[in-house]
């Protein structure tokens, strides 16, 4: 299947500081992808769509100031956090849509 | 809204042994309906669908039957093996919309 990747896996940052995730699809073209937020034993929650060319859609009650959005490529777009703070300590998923939507292994940020 | 309601584990089972994940819905349209898999490291991958009442989706000895009546989709496997050790979302998506509403995900340890 088609596969979507994340980068870094894992970051610590100190509070305050801005942080980049990207997501890319290795082996196909996404026109629109997803990012997801992972809290500890909960379900992973829809932050936003991003489609390519265009401004990301975020769902009712997150904060697009805070959490940046940017699909500047049909294989990369990139979550990043601003001016980050320890309750944005989270696992972070993207996936990226073929025919199905393919999800990348996730990152874990912590926020010190 | 949409929601999307699972067992929560964590489920120990021995191999061989014959395996259910509960999983009921609540939606406000005509959904389709999912479960993912997530093994250690990994992404999500999809395991098997069900578009519409009374579809049964299988994938890998998995199946789970779309029951309009319970609004539920339970998995079962008859004989797990160790490899099937992950965690299991159950989802779901309304026609028309790619958006997906997870379930808390249920983690599955098979011990030999």
């Known amino acids: 299947g088609a596969v979507v990747s994340q980068h870094p896996s894992w970051v610590i940052c100190k509070s305050g500081t801005s942080v980049k995730i990207e997501c890319r699809s290795l082996?196909?073209?996404?026109?629109?992808m997803f990012w997801y937020r992972q809290f500890p034993k909960q379900s992973l929650m829809l932050m936003a769509t991003?489609?390519?060319?265009?401004?990301?859609?975020?769902e009712q009650g997150v904060e697009k100031d805070k959490f940046l959005i940017n699909h500047a490529s049909l294989t990369l777009s990139t979550l990043t956090v601003t001016s980050a703070h320890p309750e944005d300590s989270s696992f972070y998923i993207c996936?990226?849509?073929?025919?199905?939507?393919?999800f990348g292994p996730g990152t874990r940020l912590t926020v010190l | 809204g949409n929601s999307v309601t699972q067992m929560e584990g964590p489920v120990t089972l021995s191999e061989e042994a014959f395996l259910t994940i509960n999983c009921t819905y609540t939606?406000?349209?005509?959904?389709?309906l999912f479960w993912y898999v997530q093994y250690p490291g990994e992404g999500l991958q999809l395991l098997l669908k069900?578009?519409?009442?009374?579809d049964k989706g299988s994938n890998k000895g998995f199946e789970a039957t779309y029951r309009k009546e319970t609004t539920s989709f339970h998995l079962e496997k008859g004989s797990v093996q160790v490899s099937d050790s992950a965690v299991y979302f159950c989802?779901?998506?309304?026609?028309?919309?790619?958006?997906?509403?997870f379930g808390t995900g249920t983690r599955l340890t098979i011990i030999p």
């Open positions: 082996d196909f073209q996404a026109t629109t």
């Open positions: 069900a578009t519409k009442a009374d």
């Open positions: 989802a779901l998506s309304l026609f028309g919309n790619e958006k997906l509403t």
């Open positions: 991003s489609n390519e060319g265009s401004k990301a859609t975020y």
């Open positions: 939606a406000t349209g005509y959904p389709s």
């Open positions: 996936s990226a849509r073929d025919l199905e939507q393919f």
